[in-house]
Structure formats: structure tokens, C-alpha cells
């Protein structure tokens, strides 16, 4: 037996054994420990049952050294084979050889058999792609790695040490870990490929792609302290063939992925990086609801700015969002709707004017509505341009242009000031503008969000078309109080 704790420390137990047939000693005199030898036979559920007379070593222990038949031994009952020069002494059961396990073949100077694991520091892991059974296997190739391989759990761990591992034929390399088993080859660390760094340690890989878990993704650009898209926490498949890769959150509706040059963070549930086209394209399946979906400014000076969508595009050789199927866009308290409800945002997050734009102001009662807007965002609490109000009266319904929106404050309470848009307007005489049942206004108009009615600060008379010449307007005001 060899669970003596002078053989590799006591690794071994009574399952690793040598059978000696009965013999007969003709004599002991010989001052030669190495003329001691007994022929028998090693069992072990390491490998088969080796034939190799057992004798003294230099070291003083009882072993040999063996050579594997061409075809190799099966190791541990599995299809894993190891070949080439097998060492029993007291630094245990040693190889230098290879072992061949799926598509895969490890050389190293020494392999430390165990009787549940084998341990190496190894010179070259050389794995062929291909499928094998249900698995499906990459190209990937290091020199000088470490390995644990656990054979009854059907897990080989194989670390690099100095240079990382080649995949995909070049295309890709990985600093970490691989995972060899029947059913695939898993992984963890930080793979780079095609201008792009996932870091995870939930990695799977196929002959032709890879996926990821819970993982930290860049896609890289020019500048190596900013990447074109950031993706925290995001579940990542990477088709190498088609070069096309999906991204989506690992949590719905958390905002993990970035864009740092727009500046713009988004939840949007799958994104789908085209490396030919330099396009991430965004969609929203039609199960997430659209609050779940949305678009949120990191820029300081937009003050947080949060919006929902059902798609974009980014195109990363202009570093440009655009967006589409907005609802509507809440700036102070008003909702701003972009016309064929899209945007697009330049890089510092700048948003190009919007032209034709609607609003309903304010969001809490609809009071006001207004069309055909040239608007400009300017922050999450402020927007500027100009608008149509449409305003509806008993007899008909007008147009009045409103211009310069603002915002005003009111105190609220204990010193707690609550914030809502006004915008101001003329209304020229031509537009016959009835403020009530034979009444025409004309002068100044103010739309406070807070209130229903209209301020009027200008003239009034009566709508009297049937007297010739009759042109009296009365100075009036109102503050819709």
C-alpha cells in the first residue's frame, strides 16, 4: 500500500496498491538497495492495472517507472487517455506526457496523479473545434497553464499563467479560466475580441460563438478611456460568424447599458451590435411594458432627464443616438411629443431641435395643448422655442402662436417651492379671436400651466358686424384667477 505519509504527504489511500505474487529471497546481503526488485502489478482507479516490477529508487522509496503502451491508458474510467512516461516514488504517482480528453490534448513535464483529481503546471493545452456528442467545442490554444482536473465531477479547470489562451482561431484571447466538460467548455475572465472586453464569470463557448452571464461589456473606440457602449451587469451571446453580438439587461428595466459619448444610459431589453454595419440596434419586445424601456441622461447639466422608447439605433462612427417610439418626453411639467415621436441625440448628449413637436401642459391636468412646436431641451426641469395653443372656445377653435417658454416657482408649504412653465403671445386683431359670445380680443396672452383659463393682458370689444365702421376696443385684463 501507499497511504504511507511519506509518499506525496499522505495523498494516497488503500484504493492505490501493489500485488506482489509469493516469491522466494535468495539472499539479503547485497548492499545495493536497487538490486531489490519484485515484478507485480499497481491497481488504482487511476489507471488500469500496470505490470512493472517494483524496486528501490534513489530516494530510498519502493516505485518504478513506466511507459505507456502506444495507445495510451484510459485515466480514471473516462474517456480521457494519458500517454507517454508514468513515475511511482514518494513524490506519488508523476507523468510526463499528455493526456487527450475530448477534443483536447494537455502536455506537461509533470502530472500529479491524485485519487479524485490530477494536478500540473503544463507547457501546452492545444484544443481543436469541433462538436463532440451534444457539445460543441472552440478553437483554443495556451502554453504554460495550470491544471485541476476533477474527473468524477467531469470538470478540468485550466488557468493561463503568462500569456492568455488564443481562441477562435486568433480572433479572440482570454485572461482567466476555461472549464473543460463533456457537455461544453465554460469559463471565466476577461475575454477580448472584434474591439470588444467581456468581463464574466459565467462564460460559455461554442464552436462559433460565446455567451456570458451577469457580465461587464465594452465595445472599444479610439479613445481607450471611453468606450463607444458600456454594459454593467448584462447578459451578453456573441455570434463570431455572423458578427453580430446581443446584449440585454441581466434585470429588467435597470439602465445597463451606457453610451458613453451620447451620454445616455438605457434599459432597453435587447441591443443587437452589428460589427458590419457599426450599429447597435435597440428593440423592446411587445411582453416588457414601455416603462421599463426608457432612456436616461447621465450629463449633469440635463439634470437626470428620463424618457421611455421602443427602439433605437447607435451609430458608432458618429457616436449618434436615435430614438423612436417615444410617447412623449416629461420636461418640467410639461409633455413634450417629437414629431413622428422620435429624436436624435449627438454626442454630450445634445438633442437636435424638434420641429412639429406637441405638448400637453401640465401632466397632471391637461389643461393646455399646443402643436407645431420648435422646441429645444435643455434639461430635465427646462425646454425653449415656440408653439401653437390651441385654444378652444364655444364657437370655434384658434391658433395662437406662444413663445418663450419658462418656468416659474410658487411656494408651497414649509418653503417647499413647486415649479410650472408659462409662455406668453399676441393675438393680432386679424385673428378675430371670441373670448366669449360677442366678444373679440386682441393684445397679450399668457399660458400658465397651473391654470386652466388664460391670462390676458389687452383690449376687447364687441363683435358688432353690423354697424358700419364700429372700431371701440376697451382696455382689459385678466389673470384667470
Excluded at 72 to 87: E, H, K, P, R, V
Excluded at 283 to 307: G, H
Excluded at 320 to 329: K, R, T, W
Aim: aromatic share 12%; glycine share 6%.
Amino acid at each position: 500500500y501507499f497511504d504511507n505519509v511519506f509518499v506525496l504527504d499522505g495523498a494516497y489511500d488503500r484504493s492505490v496498491y501493489y500485488v506482489i505474487p509469493p516469491f522466494d529471497i535468495d539472499s539479503l546481503n547485497s548492499t545495493d538497495p536497487s538490486s531489490i526488485s519484485f515484478p507485480g502489478t499497481l491497481y488504482s482507479d487511476i489507471f488500469p492495472p500496470i505490470e512493472q516490477p517494483l524496486g528501490v529508487l534513489p530516494d530510498n522509496s519502493m516505485g518504478f517507472k513506466h511507459k505507456t503502451p502506444e495507445e495510451g491508458y484510459a485515466l480514471y474510467g473516462s474517456t480521457a487517455t494519458y500517454n507517454n512516461d508514468i513515475s511511482l516514488d514518494s513524490k506519488g504517482l508523476r507523468g510526463t506526457g499528455t493526456i487527450d480528453f475530448l477534443t483536447t490534448t494537455l502536455e506537461s513535464e509533470d502530472f500529479v496523479f491524485y485519487v479524485d483529481s490530477v494536478n500540473s503546471v503544463g507547457t501546452v493545452m492545444d484544443m481543436q473545434e469541433g462538436a463532440l456528442g451534444s457539445a460543441s467545442f472552440p478553437q483554443a490554444y495556451v502554453e504554460d497553464y495550470t491544471l485541476k482536473w476533477l474527473p468524477w465531477a467531469d470538470s478540468m479547470y485550466i488557468a493561463n499563467n503568462a500569456e492568455p489562451f488564443d481562441l477562435y482561431n486568433q480572433t479572440a484571447s482570454m485572461n482567466g479560466e476555461v472549464i473543460l466538460t463533456s457537455n461544453g467548455l465554460l469559463g471565466a475572465g476577461t475575454l477580448f475580441t472584434r474591439g470588444s472586453e467581456a468581463i464574466s464569470d459565467k462564460m460559455a463557448f461554442g464552436q462559433s460563438q460565446f455567451s456570458a452571464n451577469n457580465a461587464s461589456f465594452q465595445i472599444q473606440s479610439d479613445n481607450p478611456d471611453k468606450p463607444a457602449l458600456a454594459g454593467e451587469d448584462v447578459y451578453l451571446n456573441f455570434d463570431l460568424t455572423a458578427n453580430k453580438a446581443n446584449i440585454s439587461p441581466e434585470q429588467e428595466g435597470v439602465a445597463a447599458i451606457e453610451f458613453p459619448y451620447a451620454q445616455f444610459q438605457t434599459s432597453i431589453t435587447k441591443a443587437v451590435w452589428d460589427l458590419e454595419e457599426e450599429t447597435v440596434r435597440m428593440s423592446k419586445p411587445e411582453d416588457v411594458d414601455i416603462d421599463n424601456s426608457y432612456f436616461y441622461a447621465t450629463r449633469e447639466e440635463l439634470d437626470s432627464l428620463v424618457f421611455s422608447a421602443e427602439e433605437a439605433v447607435y451609430r458608432i462612427p458618429l457616436q449618434q443616438l436615435d430614438i423612436s417610439g417615444i410617447p412623449y418626453i416629461t420636461v418640467a411639467d410639461a409633455k413634450i411629443t417629437p414629431e413622428n415621436n422620435q429624436v436624435q441625440i449627438r454626442e454630450n448628449a445634445k438633442f437636435d431641435t424638434f420641429t412639429n413637436a406637441t405638448l400637453v401642459i401640465d401632466t397632471l391636468n391637461e389643461y393646455h395643448n399646443l402643436f407645431n412646436g420648435t422646441i429645444d431641451i435643455v434639461s430635465r426641469n427646462e425646454f425653449r422655442g415656440k408653439a401653437t395653443y390651441e385654444l378652444v372656445s364655444a364657437s370655434d377653435t384658434f391658433a395662437i402662436e406662444l413663445t418663450e417658454f419658462k418656468t416659474d416657482s410658487v411656494q408651497e408649504g414649509r418653503g417647499e417651492y413647486y415649479t410650472y412653465t408659462v409662455a406668453d403671445g399676441t393675438v393680432q386683431e386679424a385673428q378675430n379671436l371670441i373670448v366669449s359670445p360677442g366678444m373679440l380680443y386682441r393684445g397679450n396672452i399668457r399660458m400658465n400651466a397651473v391654470k386652466e383659463a388664460l391670462e390676458l393682458d389687452g383690449e376687447v370689444k364687441l363683435d358688432l358686424k353690423t354697424i358700419p365702421g364700429y372700431n371701440t376696443w376697451i382696455s382689459y385684463s385678466s389673470d384667470a384667477g
